[in-house]
């Protein structure tokens, strides 16, 4: 079993009588990427702070990469780097000496700076750009070179903070896509701190639902989804055929129904014309479609629905409630 390389244990940010960070506990492992997922103003960028020893915890602590962010924050911010959702940079400098500006701070000698800062703008797509001031870079373009200011010390942990805010899409999939690169070829471990719930669904391993300072949730999609939709998790969609041209409804035999509930894995059977909805434990959708055609009816077609992050988020904050 991989280490863990974050670990929060009972993390509390309070400021005055107002609680930013509510007993956060969390544990993330070498090479994964992890997505905390919560609306603006949940307490993600404050948790953060806390992680790069940029602010201390009112109680709990915060270890990364075996060092203690509030005791040991210089050894922490050598071995993570932080991409916040505003990246700052010279702007009457290129992107190439932006670089080695930082490779430079992180004393890198003035020879390696300059060719590992070229070899990271090729890494991003920058490498046609590296002559160009940094006040010209386009909001997408900037966030890549932030990418690669980030990877110049060669991290072991990223912490991406609403990096594709501004984004346009097709920036934001080659941006992700990148991040995803890096860390299965790397073996960089990325916390990804965000509110789009498609983005964190499309490249994250685990996603922890963060709300009022506190995470309410983690784990994979599939566990979640087993969680939450434990009555069916999985809900096989069974339209039959019309029994003629000339009317649009199908033939269902009585037993149908009671055939259905009978097969191993089904859950549940509901009819809402023109559609079953079988609720089932797990995929029996040859056993469906077997028991259908047996019966007499005419099967159209079946679809499959698994849940998604989308669905996830709304059961746990739909009606305003929690589920815990």
Do not use: W
């Not at 991409?83 to 000496?97: I, S």
């Not at 980030?150 to 991290?155: D, E, F, S």
């Amino acid at each position: 079993m991989d280490s863990s390389v974050i670990e929060l244990v009972n993390l509390t940010k309070k400021y005055g009588s107002f609680t930013a960070v509510d007993n956060l506990t969390l544990s993330i492992r070498k090479s994964e990427i992890f997505g905390l997922l919560g609306p603006n103003g949940a307490g993600k960028s404050t948790s953060i702070l806390m992680m790069l020893g940029l602010t201390e915890p009112t109680s709990g602590s915060v270890t990364l990469c075996g060092f203690n962010a509030t005791t040991h924050p210089i050894e922490v911010k050598r071995k993570v780097g932080y991409l916040p959702e505003e990246v700052g940079f010279y702007n009457d400098r290129t992107g190439l000496q932006n670089l080695i500006y930082t490779a430079r701070l992180n004393q890198i000698s003035p020879e390696e700076a300059k060719l590992k800062a070229s070899n990271l703008l090729s890494r991003v797509g920058l490498a046609n750009e590296a002559g160009k001031k940094a006040g010209n870079y386009s909001r997408g373009m900037r966030q890549r070179l932030g990418l690669a200011d980030v990877l110049i010390k060669n991290p072991e942990v990223i912490i991406l903070d609403e990096p594709t805010s501004g984004i346009d899409p097709k920036g934001v999939k080659d941006f992700l896509q990148l991040i995803v690169e890096l860390s299965r070829e790397e073996g960089i471990t990325v916390l990804f701190s965000s509110h789009n719930l498609h983005q964190v669904q499309q490249v994250c391993d685990r996603v922890g639902l963060f709300v009022h300072g506190k995470l309410i949730a983690e784990g994979d999609i599939q566990t979640l989804s087993q969680k939450l939709f434990s009555s069916d998790p999985l809900i096989i969609e069974a339209g039959l055929a019309p029994v003629s041209e000339k009317t649009s409804q199908p033939f269902i035999p009585e037993s149908l129904p009671e055939q259905l509930k009978n097969i191993d894995g089904v859950l549940n059977v509901k009819y809402q014309e023109p559609l079953f909805y079988i609720g089932c434990a797990k995929d029996v959708t040859m056993d469906i479609a077997k028991t259908i055609v047996l019966s007499g009816a005419g099967l159209n077609f079946l679809a499959k629905k698994e849940y998604g992050l989308d669905d996830i988020y709304n059961r746990y904050f739909e009606g305003g409630e929690h589920h815990g």
